[in-house]
């Protein structure tokens, strides 16, 4: 096993899984409280690594996050603009934005399908400049990002039970409620979609920094992996409190990661992963209905044979 | 009080399915007035408590409340002051929050300022929504920190009464909320409400299949049929009445029997 899976692969896939955890948070918001499948988090993934690129390449890799930040609120404005105030179905409305972001993630990297940062300063090579101890050497980036991830899974627990999330959560799980109540669930919609591809946005400009490069297909299937990393991260934790929820998605993303990881060390080529995906989260995601279709089967074979037993009825199919 | 003034409302106009829901209908209630509402299926009861709360904006007439004209005030704007509790238990509460969570929830009503988005709820709120609880004598002050979905029909309607009264609205509307109860609750539930309708002085309205309820419970009894009021009793005439009587003026007033089984067998 040593062989097969060596500390650095796991330190990588964790730093790895800490990055897009921010992904799978979003999706939590957007999914999971909002009952909304937000499908313009492929383009806002590439719009946040975009835009925090071309600010890094400027010379501000931590003004590159606020940027990133600001670009993801915009485009989830727009989502949510779309669905609450013109009467786009929201599947439509995040399948609009993301085609429309295509084009402008190709504008905000100046017309050029990727861009590279190998010549300039990130908050990554910042920081280990700062502060040259001998054991933070190795871990420095995984330190980073866990910072990051704590921080922001402790402002989502915290925000997700103040008057506004709770008025957030009630919006994706009692809409009759909401509704008799004095919540408008539009600008609740509008809020957590802002939040989500914020956060989508955040995720796409630190993964930019730490690979030094950004490419237009980065984002592709981000939704996808996202779900799968979301869907594990609830099988694991179930139910419990917000920050627990929360600390499972984190969870969940890691342990995706390191499951691709070791589906590169056996071999795997790169190129199926998307389809490993695809297949988690439509296995996951259906698994529930099977259940219920397999306890059914059951019964009625139980059924079926006792009275073929007792009196011996043909049972048509 | 509540004054509704000439409201019509026709749905899919135009359609083979056309139907004028509301036709006409004028009603006051004063304040501390409790109007119980009978009429078959189709009468529009239900719709006439859409058109108060918001859910479709009336064709015409308007509608004023406590003063205000609230005839094209967004729904999520005017329920703010209007407490509506539905048959199905199910509508009025959030599943997946807790039992406080909910009542923080509802509690939102009562603050005007934005600044309340960011607060959390405080111990002292706690403790009020605790003694609240207690009052409906459910044991449910002992479970606030689950969820509502863990409750029973009937602990999640009393919940959400207590909910629609917490900050005492300028009406309240009861759309058969005890008929999809088992009758034990159902009448637990009336009496919690009745209670705390006498209790706060609210401005009541309450649909019912129930006849006798119609005529025992609050101080007025309407009857609707095609979306028209076609009978409305109150003080003397009221307390004469029986069951009998009320079936023959919808007889005269409708112009046709009252045939909707669940009236008949109630009686």
């Known amino acids: ?317 | 009080m509540l004054v509704i003034e000439s409201v019509s409302k026709t749905f899919h106009p135009g359609t083979v399915n056309e139907k004028r829901a509301l036709d006409q209908i004028n009603l006051t209630l004063a304040d501390g007035d409790f109007a119980v509402i009978v009429g078959s299926n189709g009468a529009g009861k239900s719709t006439l408590f859409n058109a108060i709360t918001g859910g479709f904006f009336v064709d015409e007439g308007r509608i004023i409340l406590g003063g205000e004209d609230i005839t094209y005030s967004k729904e999520h704007v005017r329920s703010k002051v209007i407490g509506h509790l539905f048959q199905d238990p199910l509508k009025g509460t959030a599943p997946h929050m807790t039992i406080e969570e909910n009542m923080a929830l509802a509690y939102l009503r009562a603050s005007t300022s934005r600044h309340a988005y960011f607060s959390r709820i405080s111990t002292s709120e706690k403790r009020k929504f605790r003694e609240q609880l207690s009052l409906l004598d459910m044991g449910l002050e002992d479970r606030m920190k689950q969820p509502v979905g863990l409750l029973s029909g009937g602990q999640r309607q009393a919940l959400t009464l207590l909910m629609a009264t917490m900050v005492t609205p300028r009406i309240l509307l009861l759309d058969e909320h005890t008929a999809a109860l088992d009758p034990a609750t159902a009448d637990k539930v009336l009496s919690l409400t009745e209670k705390m309708i006498a209790e706060r002085h609210i401005t009541c309205l309450m649909i019912t299949h129930n006849m006798h309820q119609a005529l025992t419970l609050g101080n007025q009894t309407i009857m609707m049929d095609s979306g028209r009021i076609v009978f409305h009793a109150a003080g003397n005439e009221r307390n004469n009445l029986t069951i009998d009587n009320l079936l023959s003026q919808f007889r005269l007033r409708a112009g046709k029997q009252l045939n909707d089984d669940k009236i008949l067998l109630s009686k």
């Open chain 1, 1 to 317: 096993m040593s062989s097969l899976f060596t500390l650095s692969i796991l330190q990588s896939a964790l730093e790895l899984g800490c990055i897009y955890s921010l992904v799978a948070l979003a999706l939590f918001l957007s999914f999971s409280i909002l009952n909304i499948a937000d499908l313009s988090t492929d383009g806002c993934f590439t719009l946040g690594c975009a835009v925090g690129a071309m600010v890094t390449l400027s010379g501000h890799p931590y003004l590159a996050l606020i940027a990133a930040v600001g670009a993801g609120i915009c485009s989830g404005f727009i989502t949510a603009f779309l669905q609450t105030r013109m009467g786009v179905p929201s599947i439509l409305a995040g399948i609009i934005v993301n085609t429309g972001l295509y084009t402008i993630n190709i504008a905000v990297m100046g017309f050029s399908s990727n861009v590279n940062l190998f010549a300039c300063d990130t908050v990554f090579s910042l920081a280990k400049d700062k502060l040259p101890f001998s054991w933070y050497e190795s871990w420095y980036k995984l330190l980073i990002v866990l910072a990051v991830v704590l921080a922001i899974g402790v402002f989502l627990a915290w925000f997700l039970n103040t008057r506004l999330g709770l008025s957030i959560r009630a919006t994706g799980d009692n809409e009759h409620m909401v509704r008799a109540s004095s919540i408008n669930p539009l600008f609740m919609i509008t809020v957590g979609l802002c939040l989500a591809n914020a956060l989508t946005a955040l995720s796409g400009a630190i993964l930019g920094q730490y690979q030094k490069s950004c490419d237009i297909n980065l984002g592709t299937g981000m939704v996808t992996i996202a779900l799968a990393s979301l869907i594990i991260g609830e099988s694991l934790v179930g139910k419990g409190s917000i920050l627990k929820k929360v600390a499972g998605v984190v969870l969940g993303s890691c342990l995706y990661r390191i499951i691709v990881a070791l589906a590169l060390r056996m071999n795997v080529p790169a190129e199926a992963l998307k389809l490993v995906s695809a297949i988690i989260v439509a296995v996951a995601i259906s698994f529930p209905y099977l259940k219920e279709k397999y306890t059914f089967f059951r019964k009625r074979q139980n059924n079926r044979a006792l009275f073929r037993k007792e009196d011996g009825t043909h049972v048509s199919h």
